[in-house]
């Protein structure tokens, strides 16, 4: 029998993982898909190259960017990692496919049957990073991952709501600067009626009044009429031609629109906004740059059966080569999704199990289509971005890299609603390529024999993802995610579950 | 003494030039520094390959992108065109410097003191391509010049408002959000006085306050009070940080703000919207893709001396390796700008030379830095954009090509201001160098420690182009415009002083 770990073991382990995120956070570890944000202070760590993870065994389970990231610190200052993982390949939910890849879900498989070229390939799972995901930046300069844009917001993408503007296809700089001019062409009326002048000095009133003008491209009038940032029916050119703007949306029309209502602020929000980046060539350049470093330790093809306490201890057993292997470590760290993690036999706390329970995990769906010309760019000027539609498929994303290509692969749907998703996830491979082809036809005419050779990963479907990213209700991120943020003896959770920036 | 031209034979040249910006426009042909939008019909074009232009001389003055675009379609309907080039090199305003390169002012000259790596160059001149400037992205495409997205708009880069924030340099996020909120709010606040129910119904109501909540990100009060949009003080990451918001700015701060009344909506414009493009390494792979096709045309380091009407044909005279020259021609495309042709001597009509007079030429300038760490990437997660302020240099502008290399080059100056820029102008390079340090301090504490070898291009000083771009005022260019769209006999004006897209 082994002796009682001391003290300062278990110590030097949680503050060697928090590191990993650079946080001071103990579970800052892994998390979100290793893109978590990082508070500018990773103080107090033990120092590269210590050996204080000497004789420290710590089995961690799952390869996506947690697990590797994790095995790469504790490697780092001499813990001996095992890092076990189901599939045949490393990187988790961190999908990139090419010409000729398999995707194995439950139901079946799909190959990718796409051209082999450097530009031709599709982030399944997460594609953009914030410029402010610290760690995982960090890890692409240190292993030297280019990187490049992410276009998240394209004003010449579109916008398609059926129950608006009589359900065509409207470019997104149309709808975003009428809703501004709107907007603001509503408050000037206001304060111009004096409706404000109680919160409002004359000297506000007249300074707001000309912020309005500019803001919302008001006449003299303070009244939105269109205007060059909404785009042009005639585009502005030499000589003679002075461009014909659009004429304003009627005001029911944008208050109808869905888009309008929400998915206008999106590219706005704390995790989207400019400037979005990507490695050049596929998100798992990322994978690769730390299987150059960890890869050594990854059992490949190994499916965790059992996760067991052995007093202060852990024991994972997994399945390899047809048989039941035994791994006795100090600490596990357990990276996969919690949907995944229910389908294996643990021995958790009924307090983590509960905790567990309370994380809802999304049905989250990405299609990808091969076209032989890039479509978008040549007949739209769509370079990168996002059209987004109320239809089942929700966006459609445009190449960021490979621009001005011949040819292209298109993410013909990025599915985040639950019950969209569910109901992808029960049909047949060719009913969700013939239902995102209906879907895209209704943004981009001819879609049809523009696109061929589509590969739809359901998430749910993925036997050891189980779906998409976590999410929190406030109350079970208040009374549950604090547990889950706690090792529960020798069992550590990581991954984007355990982030405030999940997904 | 040649016989006089056949009306078939200037029809037809007519028809060719027009083609040049795809536009049905005559003058269409090489506006906007080859930046010009097109419209997307350009019909009855006699077809390349034509003997149309056979025996039909050209001469075209300038070597900038609107010279070798116009030399390129024309050749290759036959015609014979030399291009006169005053400087030693092709592309005009289109200047990208790199280490080892020379900048002459009538001033005296600079040397660009930079190492010589593939991305430590910088633009001088124009540097974003908007997506709808098709001529030149189709050029891109048929010359095989690599594009990538240019980052026009960054939310993590600075405000710096020496009137408003205390002075202090503020998140671009921070500033557009908590405008948009307090926009929002106000309306909010407004409606919910009932202040606009005379133009909105009850249902409008309603669905305007959902949107202004989504829009602004307000409260369930319809309070703005920071948001993740503007923004985090201390960011959400793993584990237990769930991040601290920023409070919203006062009202009168947001009032007070220059950048606030005006360039908050820069980046919106029809010409600066998403997706912006720019060619991977430099704007002069553009110049060298026409050099590639029509550089055996140019002759360089020949200043025009003269342009001559010889009875329906023209005469260019110029000095060329000391000894003045003469060109005979059957027609003249000028592409220089208007305050450098009126330097030369010409046989304009009184029309045109008032025409010309109207146009105004800004007093535009840049100044580019090296750094031998990208400290606005690692130190404050800025990728690409520009920071705003209300100090001379107005803009510093952080490369979008490189992301993560050791080594960039900045540009610490972007002066649009014809009164900034015409100081600059005056100023000797060692003064403008260090004013341009002193301005950035304010944004980059230990700016100087951080930047070295500063050049600036001012460029009314720069001899064969005295100003930056054309500007018209609403009067000239009803009344002064058209007639430079027109030929005056076989003389033929173009640039981007005769295109509705100047600059």
Redesign the interface.
């Known amino acids: 029998m082994k002796e009682p770990l001391k003290g300062v073991t278990r110590r030097d382990f949680l503050q060697v993982l ?1 590191s990993v ?1 650079g ?7 892994m ?2 898909l290793g893109l ?4 500018a202070a990773a103080s107090n760590l033990p120092a590269v190259g210590d050996s204080i993870g000497k004789g420290v065994r710590v089995g961690i389970i799952g390869a996506g960017i947690s697990g590797l990231a994790a095995a790469y610190e504790l490697r780092k200052r001499g813990y001996e990692c095992t890092v076990i993982e189901a599939n045949g390949r490393a990187g988790g939910r961190s999908l990139t496919l090419r010409g000729g890849d398999a995707v194995v879900e439950t139901g079946g498989i799909q190959h990718a049957r796409w051209d082999r070229e450097t530009q031709l390939y599709a982030n399944m799972g997460p594609a953009r990073i914030p ?2 995901h ?1 760690t995982v ?1 960090n890890y ?2 240190e292993f030297g991952v ?4 992410f ?1 998240n ?4 993408a579109f916008v398609h709501d059926s129950h608006a503007f009589a359900g065509k296809p409207q470019e997104n ?1 149309y709808i ?2 009428s ?1 501004r001019g709107m ?2 062409e ?2 000037a ?3 111009n ?1 004096k ?2 002048d109680d ?2 000095t004359a ?2 009133v007249e ?2 009044l ?3 003008k ?2 919302g ?1 008001l006449d003299k009038d303070y009244i939105y009429r269109g205007g ?2 909404a ?2 029916a ?10 014909t703007q659009h004429q304003r949306p009627a ?2 029309d ?3 629109s869905e888009f ?3 998915n ?2 999106f590219t ?3 995790n989207q ?3 979005m ?1 990507q490695p050049v060539g596929g998100m798992d350049k990322i994978v690769q740059g730390f299987l150059r470093q960890v890869g050594d330790l990854v059992i490949y093809n190994a499916p965790v059966q059992e996760i067991r306490k052995t007093g202060e201890r852990a024991r994972i057993v997994y399945k390899h080569d047809g048989q039941s292997r035994v791994l006795d470590v100090d600490f596990a760290i357990i990276t996969i999704p919690i949907p995944a993690l229910a389908r294996i036999d643990t021995d958790f706390s009924a307090t983590h199990r509960e905790a567990m329970q309370s994380c809802r995990y999304t049905q989250a769906a990405k299609i990808a289509f091969q076209a032989d010309r890039r479509f978008w760019e040549e007949d739209a ?5 996002i059209s987004w539609t109320d239809q089942g498929i929700g966006q459609i994303w445009y190449p ?1 890299g490979g ?2 290509e011949k040819k292209g692969i298109l993410v013909g749907a990025y599915i985040r609603d639950d019950s969209v998703g569910a109901s992808y996830a029960r049909m047949s491979y060719a009913e969700r390529i013939e239902s995102a082809l209906a879907d895209g036809e209704k943004i981009h005419p001819g879609y049809r024999q523009l696109v061929k050779n589509g590969v739809a990963v359901c998430w749910p479907n993925m036997p050891y993802a189980q779906g998409g990213w976590a999410v929190w209700t406030a109350a079970a991120r208040k009374n549950h995610y ?1 547990t889950l ?1 706690r090792p529960d003896g020798p069992l550590y959770l990581a991954g984007d579950q ?4 999940p997904g």
Chains 1, 2 share one sequence.
């Open positions: 928090g995120a946080s001071g956070s103990v579970y800052a570890a998390s979100g978590a944000a990082a508070p410029y402010h610290k930046l692409c300069r280019p990187l490049e844009v276009v917001e394209n004003r010449a700089r975003v600067h809703t907007v603001a509503l408050l009326k206001a304060v009626r409706a404000l919160v409002l000297e506000d300074k707001l000309t912020l309005l500019g803001y491209e060059g940032r785009g042009y005639v585009t502005p050119g030499a000589g003679a031609v002075a461009g005001l029911a944008l208050l109808r309008v209502r929400s206008i602020n706005e929000e704390w906004a400019a400037t980046l000027r769509i370079y990168g971005g960021s621009l001005m604090p943020t355990v982030s405030h920036v």
